[in-house]
């Protein structure tokens, strides 16, 4: 038997993150295993997810991975007994990457992974009309399967029984409980979406309370039997593996701590399959890099926010610039890129010191700059790479001198540069899944592999 189930929202901010987390919470405390997953390229939810369950949180995204790899990827870590994956939908149920196609929404993922979808809907102001609302994403696409609704933010018990008898009345869904309209577990935002979880001092009360509203307004036990499937073999080869004689004993530098802590759990699965060995540092309290590093990874995060406290590392700052100036091979992402420039600028004006490598400055924006799912074309080697990724940032990033480029990036009818190359750094904005175009890691750790040679 294998269980799992997808929670998605009629939209954004109907507090599905907040479900999900007591969701999860409970039926940890039941003693599941629960193996959690995010759709689309969201980094924030899956840190609530990894803080609730004890597990890493898995980015399932329809968009940039084709579906034979979404399936591998989700079925491999639903092998052992007592296993319960729960799937956190993104945005509303039906948007996904364009009109013309739902891929990237969480109804695709659903269909592709077979799974049961819970609804989460908002029942503030209204009775009737709750009714209609389900119906309306019930007939929507029929071969969406929403085997049930939980209602968040009730006021009351009453409010909910009437809400349940009109739902049920005009669909063939079970309503399986709700969340009572509570200020103790909502959570705060920022630019990029919720604030992160070693942000929030008092996350863990949050979670207990999350918990505690599930195992007493939901009917996890109706839920859990939603959840049920039949076994599934999973024939999925990772292209990974392939690689570990090759570059096995490669130490690859990779920041996490507050400041940078944007990264898909399965790059890190990639590199380890690989025969990598990931080694973690924080740039916010070591002086230096780890040694005998054969790479840098450089994910996203919120450098800016951590500003003054980075820069005051001097010795980090200058350990950093020193070594990529002698050849060490670089990978960064979006605040990767703004961390490696001279200077990063809030709004306010507050201007602080980030590693000078790459000779240009970054600076917050009031409005967002980029969003949305991208085609890249990676000059990194011979032939042009083919990658999928996705940008969301708050920033700009102005170069004071010509840095040559190695992406060409298009979205819709819009084409532009990024992928700032110097020496053997590749920085820019865009985040990249691995399993997208495996070739595009191999290019990166063959970059590493012959750096490694050229020192021995």
């Known amino acids: 038997m294998m269980d799992y189930f997808m929670l998605a929202g009629a939209s954004s901010n109907v507090g599905k993150t907040t479900v999900t987390m007591g969701i999860m919470a409970a039926f940890k405390k039941r003693g599941l295993k629960v193996k959690p997953f995010k759709t689309g390229p969201d980094y924030i939810d899956p840190m609530f997810h990894s803080f609730v369950t004890g597990a890493r949180s898995i980015n399932l995204d329809t968009w940039m991975l084709d579906e034979d790899t979404i399936r591998g990827l989700f079925y491999r870590r639903l092998k052992e007994a007592n296993d319960l994956g729960i799937i956190e939908g993104v945005m509303g149920l039906y948007d996904g990457h364009s009109l013309e196609s739902d891929v990237g929404s969480s109804a695709y993922l659903a269909k592709a992974v077979d799974a049961p979808t819970i609804l989460i809907i908002d029942g503030r102001g209204m009775s009737k009309s709750a009714a209609a609302l389900v119906k309306g994403y019930i007939d929507f696409d029929p071969e969406?399967?929403?085997?049930?609704?939980?209602?968040?933010?009730?006021?009351?018990?009453?409010?909910?029984?009437?809400?349940?008898?009109?739902?049920?009345?005009?669909?063939?869904?079970?309503?399986?409980?709700?969340?009572?309209?509570?200020?103790?577990?909502?959570?705060?935002?920022?630019?990029?979406?919720?604030?992160?979880?070693?942000?929030?001092?008092d996350f863990r009360e949050k979670v207990d309370k999350a918990g505690e509203l599930a195992e007493a307004h939901i009917d996890l036990d109706k839920l859990l039997e939603l959840s049920h499937h039949a076994d599934i073999t999973n024939h999925y080869s990772d292209p990974f593996s392939a690689w570990d004689k090759k570059y096995q004993g490669l130490r690859i530098g990779v920041p996490k701590d507050r400041a940078f802590n944007f990264y898909y759990e399965d790059n890190f699965r990639?590199?380890?399959?690989?025969?990598?060995?990931?080694?973690?540092?924080?740039?916010?309290?070591?002086?230096?890099?780890?040694?005998?590093?054969?790479?840098?990874?450089?994910?996203?995060?919120?450098?800016?926010?951590?500003?003054?406290?980075?820069?005051?590392?001097?010795?980090?700052?200058?350990?950093?610039?020193?070594?990529?100036?002698?050849?060490?091979?670089?990978?960064?992402?979006?605040?990767?890129?703004?961390?490696?420039?001279?200077?990063?600028?809030?709004?306010?004006?507050?201007?602080?010191?980030?590693?000078?490598?790459?000779?240009?400055?970054?600076?917050?924006?009031?409005?967002?700059?980029?969003?949305?799912?991208?085609?890249?074309?990676?000059?990194?080697?011979?032939?042009?790479?083919?990658?999928r990724g996705h940008e969301f940032h708050h920033s700009e990033v102005t170069i004071s001198e010509e840095i040559p480029t190695a992406y060409v990036i298009t979205k819709n009818s819009r084409t532009w540069t990024c992928g700032y190359r110097l020496k053997n750094v590749l920085a820019g904005y865009p985040h990249i899944h691995f399993y997208s175009n495996p070739s595009f890691l191999q290019a990166l750790l063959t970059s590493a592999l012959n750096h490694k040679e050229g020192r021995e």
């Open 270 to 387: 990639a590199l380890e399959n690989a025969g990598i060995e990931i080694v973690l540092f924080s740039p916010l309290n070591d002086k230096a890099l780890p040694e005998n590093l054969d790479g840098l990874y450089i994910g996203g995060g919120f450098p800016e926010v951590f500003g003054a406290e980075l820069a005051e590392n001097k010795t980090m700052l200058t350990d950093i610039k020193k070594q990529l100036e002698a050849g060490l091979p670089c990978y960064a992402e979006c605040g990767g890129l703004m961390y490696l420039t001279k200077s990063m600028t809030l709004n306010n004006g507050e201007t602080n010191e980030g590693v000078g490598f790459i000779d240009g400055e970054s600076h917050m924006t009031k409005h967002l700059q980029r969003f949305g799912y991208v085609n890249i074309c990676a000059y990194l080697r011979e032939k042009p790479i083919e990658i």
């Open 144 to 201: 969406t399967k929403i085997a049930g609704v939980i209602i968040n933010r009730i006021s009351s018990n009453p409010h909910y029984q009437l809400l349940k008898e009109m739902i049920e009345a005009y669909n063939d869904v079970t309503c399986l409980g709700y969340f009572p309209d509570n200020p103790d577990i909502v959570m705060d935002s920022r630019h990029l979406g919720l604030v992160p979880v070693e942000e929030i001092p």
